[in-house]
């Protein structure tokens, strides 16, 4: 039987796993520098921990940023997996490109289209992707879930960080970011394909599987 000493567990650092190293660290700053705001290490360790789980080969991130997100995406696939990265602004996408190359990451693992994301879905193939992640316009995000229902294979997962960011109980019918909060939601909970969670992850990580 165990006693009431003082032994530590991994609970008492939860923190402990989430630290990032210098190249999230160098990515996170350019983020600052431009304004944007990548994803938390939370957030980050969850999309590798997905990636792994899935074994993934195939990614579609829709928001590159300055390449937090798809750091950790890459960290999570497989050896010869290939991270396919929208975002409209050029300047970002650079950044994110330099993050990854120096990481060690070859370029034969990188797609980064520079463009209007709902603009370019629709002309990635159907069911050849095993992860979707969108941190992009929230007004959007139920026009990138139908893309992302598409774009994955049986299996994969499609996640939406800051699906949790508004209460229910307040009026905001005039207001397109909750409303499409509401109508992702929906989406998710009523589609026949798709089984979904919603992680208390910083805002609120909604993930939704295809089904096989």
Not at 85 to 92: A, G, H, K, Y
Request: hydrophobic share 45%; charged share 25%.
């Amino acid at each position: 039987m165990q006693g009431n000493g003082s032994r530590t567990t991994a609970l008492d650092h939860p923190e402990s796993h989430l630290d990032e190293d210098a190249a999230l660290l160098e990515a996170r700053a350019r983020g600052a520098d431009f304004g944007c705001v990548p994803v938390t290490p939370h957030t980050g360790a969850t999309l590798r921990f997905l990636a792994t789980a899935l074994r993934a080969r195939a990614v579609v991130e829709v928001g590159t940023g300055t390449g937090v997100s798809g750091l950790w995406l890459l960290r999570g696939m497989a050896p010869d997996g290939v991270l396919t990265s929208i975002d409209v602004e050029p300047e970002l996408q650079r950044a994110a490109r330099a993050a990854f190359l120096a990481d060690g990451f070859p370029p034969g693992r990188l797609r980064l289209i520079n463009g209007m994301a709902l603009d370019v879905l629709p002309r990635l193939a159907d069911g050849a992707y095993d992860l979707v992640f969108v941190d992009a316009v929230t007004a959007e995000y139920p026009r990138y879930l139908d893309e992302a229902i598409r774009l994955l294979r049986p299996g994969g997962v499609v996640a939406m960080p800051g699906a949790a960011t508004t209460a229910e109980t307040e009026p905001a019918a005039h207001d397109p970011f909750r409303h499409a909060l509401r109508e992702v939601r929906r989406i998710c909970q009523e589609h026949d394909q798709l089984v979904s969670l919603l992680l208390p992850v910083d805002e609120g990580l909604l993930l939704a599987a295809k089904a096989l």
